[in-house]
């Protein structure tokens, strides 16, 4: 099922700057094969939702590998029937 | 990996009245092997983060096979190192 | 303007533990004359709109000036026009 | 008090298209003196607290005059001691 999403992490207990853990979930998230668009509040992203949880495990295991204690993620998801759910196309709306 | 999350879906073109969605929704947590706790804005769980992703999945391709046209989620996600997440514990923090 | 509301405060690089500014953010809460469902992944209120800002701003200005560098919130905020939003008849839907 | 934040909204039995609401409240927040980042899930705001909630329940208030039954909006709100949030860092972050 194709899926947009956005993904958004908060580690808890790593200090003020969370920029490296920022980039190393985008890294992540980049080398899926997933349609990206970076803001200042999270990723969207756009593709199969059986990737977008591939991705967000991936987060979450890899941040916690290399020492995230306590990791936060804000997901929403949007699925429709009635045409291909994608990113450009809700920025139109 | 164990992990908590809230999970609310939000049907959209279905009209005003979504509580027959939820209920739907409800009913596929309630069937996995999740710990729940509802509440006003969605449903919080407890378990195998990999069920939580089954479990929305199935959300979205039941509603969607059902009739809704348009489905939102928003997911939060806790995982964490030094103890095993749980929801009781998260009440009393 | 009545509403219905999700609150989640997350403080950024004050340590793992996030119980003591969950709670002082649950009293600031408690003190207004909202209706409270508290639950794992944040706090449900009932009432005026105005108010819900009055007490964002407040937990927000308050964590701050008792230590917390970085605050994040997340609210989700519902209103409807065909009947009075509350806590209890979302529960049922 | 300078926040960043993200503004989500999400009309519920208002048809699929959320198009022209979504068009409606861009257009409140492009009227107000906050700096914008539109994204395909939201839009990102940087300015006065008190302005992001003013822009808020005027949103709320607008889209329900003009027909909207029911609205749900998501909001994420960032405030930080140590520097002046702004929507440009928490790109590079």
């Known amino acids: 099922m194709k899926a947009v999403a956005e993904i958004q992490i908060i580690p808890i207990g790593s200090g003020t700057s969370v920029r490296p853990w920022v980039r190393r979930a985008q890294a992540i998230i980049a080398a899926s094969d997933l349609v990206v668009q970076e803001h200042s509040f999270g ?29 936060s993620s804000a997901i929403k998801i949007g699925t429709r029937t009635d045409k291909s759910p994608d990113l450009a196309s809700k920025l139109r709306e």
Do not use: D
């Not at 979450?60 to 995230?68: K, N, Y």
């Open 43 to 71: 990723t969207n992203v756009e593709g199969e939702l059986e990737t977008v949880f591939r991705v967000l495990r991936e987060i979450h295991e890899t941040l916690h590998a290399e020492g995230v204690v306590r990791l």
